[in-house]
Each structure stands twice: as C-alpha cells, then as structure tokens.
C-alpha cells in the first residue's frame, strides 16, 4: 500500500472521528464528575469501532467480488452523467443542511435527547453497548468519509487480509481522539470537565454534516465533469 493511499486514509478516519458516535457522546460520558469510568469509556469505543470494522470489511470485501461489472458501468456515460448531477445536488444539499442547522434551536430536537439517553446509562454494560450500537447504526449511512474509505480499499488491489488489516487501523484512528480526551480527563481531573462541556456544547451546535456533504458533492461533480470533457484535469 503506497504513502498516498495511507494518507488518504488517515484523512478520512480524523474526519470521522469528529462524528456523533465516535467523539460527541464519549465527551458526555467523560463529563460526569468523579473518577474516570474507564470501561464504559472503552466498552463504548470498542462497540463502535467493533461494528464500523465489521461493516466495513463486508462491505469492502463484497464490493471486490463485483468490482469488474460495477467499474464497467461508472464508467459510461450515463453513469457519469448521474454522478455529476448527484455531486451538483450534494453541494447545494449542504448550504440547506446549514440553514436548517442554524434555524434549530441549541440544545433541542434529537441531540437533546441523544444527551438524556447517554446521561441516563448509569449501570450495565449491555446497555451502553446497545447505546453505541444504535449510534453507529444510525449514522453509518451518513459518514461519507468513512464510505469514500471503503471505496479506496476496494479500489487498491489489496488482499483480504490486508484490508481487514488496514480497516482495523482505520477504525483505531476513528477512537483516537476520544480516546486522547478520556487520557486528558484522567490526567486533569474534574478541572477539564468546563472544558469539555464547552466542546460538547460546540459540537452539538455545529453542522459539520453540512460541509462533509458539501466537499463530497463537489468532488464527484468535478470528477464527473472531467469525464466527461467539461473540465481539464
């Protein structure tokens, strides 16, 4: 596997580490005060990146066996056709999402509630792996960063193997920095926890969903254009 391809990679995982799932409700459940619960931390990390693996080699290893008839047909005309009025519609698609994001009063709607359900898991560890589990599901559909990776490894010539091995590491980076900010949790104690609502707090106001949408839109409708002839290289 080449340098690019690696660094593509790791792009896309820091992208989607930013996500719901992977970093929104692991700060909540580093707000709490008290003594780091580490394992429901690692338990609800694991859960997800466990799925996101999973998923994610099928999907890769699925999309190989018929890799040669789809290649044939993204490449006609019009297939590209369709990919550059899917790429057009994803980019004006973003500027919605961000006015809709804007008109959304903070705090309210689905990420409230996702924040009571999360507060709520008090015990057991079954049901903060179900809470992760539905995150991941819910949002994996979404995550066109972590769907363009897929697409890169199935595109790469690699071995099965060797793509359970690079999406395991991919999967990794995904935790990474929810996993940095349960270390700086411990290392600080209840004196990060402002911080760290203040991030949160951030995070569910934002609209990073809106650009993702965006740069993914443009990208397959300058790609698409290119084909086609609109554009040079």
Known sequence: MDLALLG?????????????????????LLIHPGRVRVSRMLVFLGTVAAFYFVVGVAVALGADAFLPQITRVLETEPARWTQLVLGVGLFFLSFRLDRKNKKTQPGGGRVARWRERTMAEGSGVTALAGLALTAAALEVTTMLPYL????????????????????AGYCVVMILPALVLMLARMAAGDRVIPVLTRFSDWMARSNAVSWIVGIVGFLLARDAAVALGFVGT
């Open 8 to 28: 593509s990679l790791v792009v896309l995982a820091l992208i989607d580490s930013t996500s719901f799932g992977t970093l929104l409700i692991p700060a909540w």
């Open 148 to 167: 363009a990776a897929i697409g890169l490894m199935t595109t790469s010539s690699l071995a099965p193997a060797e793509i359970a091995l690079v999406m």
